[in-house]
């Protein structure tokens, strides 16, 4: 069933926990790896009537040059049907997500979109995503599952 699974969806209630490996935990150790404190996971946002769950939050561990900085993580996986469909998902509830953070208590936490490196590599790197990507000022993080890396960061 993990298939039919999102890991980021604006719902009312708990994500599944049978939707929780899909992917989010190969990012969350690269995540880790790359020096990052996981601080949450979910991170969880009211907005509105609904309750917004973003999978990771994470705050840099300390170091001088990025002291106190913190982002949020949607992770999608694209191993829907359809790669185009999957993105609009993503970009639809990343935009959602986006201002549910600019209006919590916490609107310096930075939001980035986590997709795998083949997904990027053929189709997000390409038109039209990469307009829309480009226009909506998505942050991407490109990783690697196989090895739990962070390929790219892309701001």
């Known amino acids: 069933m993990a298939g039919n699974c999102t890991l980021l969806t604006f719902v009312t209630a708990q994500v599944s926990s049978s939707c929780a490996g899909l992917t989010s935990g190969e990012v969350f150790i690269a995540l880790q790896k790359d020096g990052w404190k996981i601080t949450h996971a979910p991170y969880q946002l009211r907005y509105g ?29 694209f191993v829907g049907g359809s790669t ?6 993503a ?29 990027y590599q053929m189709f997000l790197r390409f038109e039209p995503a990469k307009t829309v990507i480009e226009r909506y000022e998505i942050r991407l993080i490109i990783y690697n599952a196989t090895r739990e890396a ?3 960061w892309i701001d």
């Open 84 to 89: 185009i469909s999957e993105f609009h998902t």
């Open 49 to 77: 009537v609904a309750d917004v769950y973003i999978y990771l939050a994470a705050s840099e561990a300390i170091a001088a040059e990025k002291e106190g900085r913190k982002i949020a993580v949607e992770v999608k996986s």
């Open 150 to 152: 962070i390929d790219q």
């Open 91 to 119: 970009l639809g509830q990343f935009l959602n997500y986006r201002i549910a953070i600019e209006v919590s208590s916490e609107p310096e936490r930075i939001l980035y979109l986590a997709v795998p490196t083949d997904t």
